[in-house]
């Protein structure tokens, strides 16, 4: 599973790629986390509200703070 977080280097941002990572840690298995702070990128994704949570391609949360048990339940 790919899971990208979207999203600048404001405060949010910064913490949802840490809550994405402690998800990660709970589920286990193999799965990669990339941080995109290019806006370009971002816009690619039709996203204006950051942060934003796209896994596998596809976009599941924009300009909300997930907490990990949050992601979980988007991902599984």
């Given at each position: 599973?790919?899971?990208?977080?979207?999203?600048?280097?404001?405060a949010k941002c910064k913490q949802l790629e840490?809550?994405?990572?402690?998800?990660?840690?709970?589920?286990g298995g193999f799965?990669?986390?990339?941080k995109i702070d290019d806006i370009?990128?971002?816009?690619?994704?039709?996203?204006?509200?950051?942060?934003g949570l796209?896994?596998?391609g596809k976009v599941l949360s924009t300009g909300k703070?997930?907490?990990p048990q949050e992601i979980i339940d988007l991902i599984q």
């Open positions: 599973m790919k899971i990208e977080i979207l999203g600048t280097s404001c840490e809550n994405a990572k402690l998800a990660i840690a709970k589920i799965h990669s986390i990339e370009m990128k971002i816009m690619e994704y039709n996203v204006v509200s950051t942060p796209v896994v596998d703070l997930l907490n």
